[in-house]
C-alpha cells in the first residue's frame, strides 16, 4: 500500500479516535443536565458504544501511524510523538480509572430509575465529582494536545 492509502487509514483511526471522545464527553455532559435517573442512565448508557470507537480508532491510528511514519523516514524517537506516546498512555490509564466511575454511576442511575426515577442528590454527586470531571477534561485535553502534536509536529 502506498503512502496516501496508509495515510488514510490513520485519519480514519484519528476521525474515529476524536470522533468517539467528543460523542463521549456530549453525552455525559449531557446527562450531568438532568435530575430523572431514567435519562441519566439513557445518556450514560449511550456512552458504552462510543468506546470501542475511540479503543478501536486509537489502535487503528498508532498502527497506520507507525506504518506511515516508518514509510516517510520519520525517527520514531521525535519529541513530538514521545509525547504523543506518554498522552496516550496517560488517556489509557485515566480512562480506566474514570471508565470504572462512570460504570458505577451508570449502574446507580439504572438502580434509581427501578426504584421509582426519582431525582436523587447522591448521583447528582456523583455526576459531578470534581475528581471525576478533572480525569474526564484531562483525557479531553489530551485528545486536542494528541491531534495538534500530529498536525504540527514540534521538532520534527
Known sequence: MGANGILFLHL???LLFVGGSIAAAVLR????RRERPSEIALLLRAVRPAVPLVAGGL???VGAGFWLADR????LSGTWLTLTFVL???MIVVGAVAGRQ???TRELAEQLTLDG???NGGLGRRLRDPVNLLLNASM???VVAIVALMVWKPGA
Open 29 to 32: 455532559v449531557a446527562a450531568m
Open 72 to 75: 516517510l523516514g520519520f525517527a
Open 102 to 104: 462512570d460504570r458505577a
Open 59 to 61: 489502535v487503528a491510528a
Open 140 to 142: 479531553l485535553i489530551a
Open 88 to 90: 496516550i498512555g496517560w
Open 12 to 14: 480514519a483511526g484519528v
Open 117 to 119: 426515577d426519582a431525582p
